[in-house]
């Protein structure tokens, strides 16, 4: 091979791996995407059908066009690792897609829908960025793992509807926890997820907290002035000529009536805001 010839022809082995492509559409069933194959550009919606696999490895990158998305009816296992994640993000993200010739922005694609028949669906290691919803599973048995979420519209992620807390470019991981309530997934390293609080016994216990709260304040401003007639009737009682016994007398009944009644209600509302803990 002439020198010449070398050097046009060794720069452009170089150079077209580089901007290689791959267009996808529809089904991917059976599919295992490597990122040779980068950038992976989404066309139209891609699905995986009930009882179908696709694989996804470390280091793809797939840029999805606008109104698109990737539905899982069946299995998805997304291989990312720390140093070569998996990336979900716009076509028009300008870091994975040097063309693009606009911002990216919140809402760009769909998203990820997880459907209530899916079988196994493990993403790890991966980046998801401007989309609609993020990931949206219908099935709380998912497994997320060092995910970082960015620029999603809606959410990051949600569970049958209830969105999971994600901050932006912050690592989440998320499993599901069979031991606990079927709707109350537990995330990674985040302890034991407790049984979901039931609407009517939060207001049971909110309301016999403040019940608590107006009792004790009620008993304590009546027991104060219960003090003070107290005090008042000690002092003059049998002086002649005092001539507010009487008034003294009754005042200081009431008062202490309503020390006795406001601390009643103070011990018995702060009684079932402890016990409404126990259910």
């Avoid at 019940?211 to 107290?230: N, Q, R």
């Amino acid at each position: 091979m002439s020198l010449l010839i070398r050097s046009v022809f060794i720069p452009l082995l170089l150079v077209v791996p580089l901007f290689a492509e791959t267009h996808i559409t529809g089904d991917i069933t059976g599919m295992t995407f490597e990122s040779g194959g980068n950038p992976f550009i989404v066309e139209q919606d891609v699905l995986i059908p009930s009882g179908n696999k696709a694989v996804i490895k470390e280091g793809c990158v797939f840029l999805f066009k606008p109104f698109t998305g990737l539905t899982v009816h069946g299995h998805l296992l997304v291989e990312g690792t720390q140093e070569q994640p998996v990336i979900f993000s716009s076509i028009n993200d300008g870091e994975y897609n040097s063309a693009s010739e606009q911002l990216p922005n919140p809402f760009d694609w769909n998203g990820i829908l997880v459907t209530r028949e899916s079988g196994t669906v493990t993403l790890k290691n991966f980046k998801l960025f401007f989309s609609v919803y993020g990931i949206k599973s219908q099935n709380p048995n998912i497994v997320i793992d060092n995910g970082t979420f960015r620029s999603n519209g809606q959410f990051h992620f949600t569970i049958n509807d209830k969105i999971q807390f994600v901050q932006d470019n912050i690592p989440y991981s998320y499993k599901y926890d069979e031991k606990n309530a079927p709707d109350k997934p537990a995330p990674i390293g985040g302890g034991t997820a407790k049984s979901p609080t039931s609407k009517r016994t939060k207001i049971v216990r909110y309301s016999a907290l403040g019940v608590g709260i107006a009792g004790t304040v009620t008993g304590v401003a009546f027991g104060i002035k219960t003090g003070i007639h107290l005090a008042e009737w000690n002092a003059n009682n049998g002086k002649p000529g005092w001539t507010d016994r009487e008034k003294i007398l009754k005042d200081h009944n009431t008062y202490l009536a309503g020390t006795i009644i406001g601390s009643a209600l103070g011990v018995l509302g702060y009684s079932i805001f402890g016990i409404s803990f126990l259910f």
